[in-house]
């Protein structure tokens, strides 16, 4: 078995993110600006985007935090998202999820400029991935897609089982997948939580791609000796011995599958670092108008 490093992984790009961040500036331009919006006070959703913007500190980008209450309006996060994207300032910008749940996710998304999308979730970009036009890549998928590359994961012709169809990682990644490039060429089957028997199909897979947020659902017994197990869960579990009185928990149960595996991703260390990088990279992207070069300087 041999493991995942997205931790390492991450740290590279960061660094080559960093040094891109230095040659804009040395050829006068200004640093990529990415804004995030948090409706709220969900406490994982507080540790996430303040990663995000740490990690924005870290490769000179500028960052700005939008804080709304929980008791926002639909209307008052519209009118945010109607001035950040006509503000030139602002290269992208994201709306952290879950939002409270009187707002309605799908509107939210769909009010983002898809050139300004750099999570990727809105129709427009899903829609040019899918037909692997230029496009945000949401920012999981991407960061799972690289680690298969970097860690030169055969893909074409295997049989890829993705447990979860979230709009965020399972539905994209079975996208990405399928396309005709690599990574990509594998043959994909998205499970979710009315397929029947999931472990016959699990047992198939050369790579078992677990999305579905459920502590260790993942057991030894649903694992194909060789398989390439990639953990997108992240569920915080009672830890009373931690210092902050929880662990981070994978949705596999990593102890007892890892024997098992060719390759797999630690939780944590794995896919977690790796989907801040996407989201920077996307920014960065945006900031260099490199997925709509076509719309640079039109009011549309
Ligand atoms: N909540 C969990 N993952 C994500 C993400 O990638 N983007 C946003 N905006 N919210 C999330």
Redesign the pocket.
């Known amino acids: 078995m041999q493991l995942i490093d997205g931790k390492y992984t991450a740290e590279t790009i960061r660094e080559e993110i960093r040094q891109e961040v230095s040659r804009m500036i040395n050829e006068g331009l200004r640093p990529p600006h990415l804004v995030a919006v948090l409706a709220g006070n969900d406490g994982a959703?507080e540790t996430?985007v303040a990663n995000k913007i740490r990690t924005c500190a870290e490769v000179g980008f500028r960052s700005t935090l939008e804080r709304l209450p929980s008791d926002v309006s639909e209307d008052e996060v519209l009118s945010l998202i109607d001035r950040l994207n006509a503000d030139d300032s602002v290269d992208g910008f994201?709306?952290?999820?879950p939002l409270p749940a009187h707002i309605d996710v799908h509107r939210i998304t769909e009010r983002i400029r898809p050139e300004k999308d750099v999570?990727g979730f809105h129709p427009v970009n899903l829609g040019r991935m899918t037909e692997e036009l230029p496009a945000y890549i949401?920012?999981?998928p991407k960061g799972i897609i690289q680690l298969l590359e970097r860690y030169k994961i055969e893909t074409e012709g295997k049989h890829c089982v993705v447990v979860g169809r979230s709009n965020?990682v399972g539905t994209p990644v079975s996208i990405l997948l399928s396309r005709n490039t690599y990574p990509g060429n594998c043959t994909v089957t998205l499970t979710h939580s009315r397929t029947q028997n999931l472990r016959a199909l699990t047992l198939q897979a050369d790579i078992l791609i677990a999305a579905i947020g459920k502590p260790y659902f993942i057991t030894a017994d649903m694992v194909k000796e060789g398989a390439v197990v990639v953990d997108v869960g992240m569920t915080r579990v009672h830890a009373p011995e931690r210092k902050l009185g929880f662990k981070l928990a994978g949705d596999v149960d990593f102890e007892h599958v890892a024997p098992k595996c060719s390759w797999i991703t630690p939780v944590p260390g794995g896919v977690g670092p790796m989907?801040i990088m996407g989201?920077l990279q996307n920014t960065l992207l945006a900031a260099q108008h490199r997925v709509y070069p076509e719309h640079v300087g039109q009011d549309i």
């Not at 994201?94 to 999820?97: A, C, S, T, W």
């Open positions: 959703s996430y994201i709306v952290q999820l999570d949401p920012a999981t965020i989907t989201l």
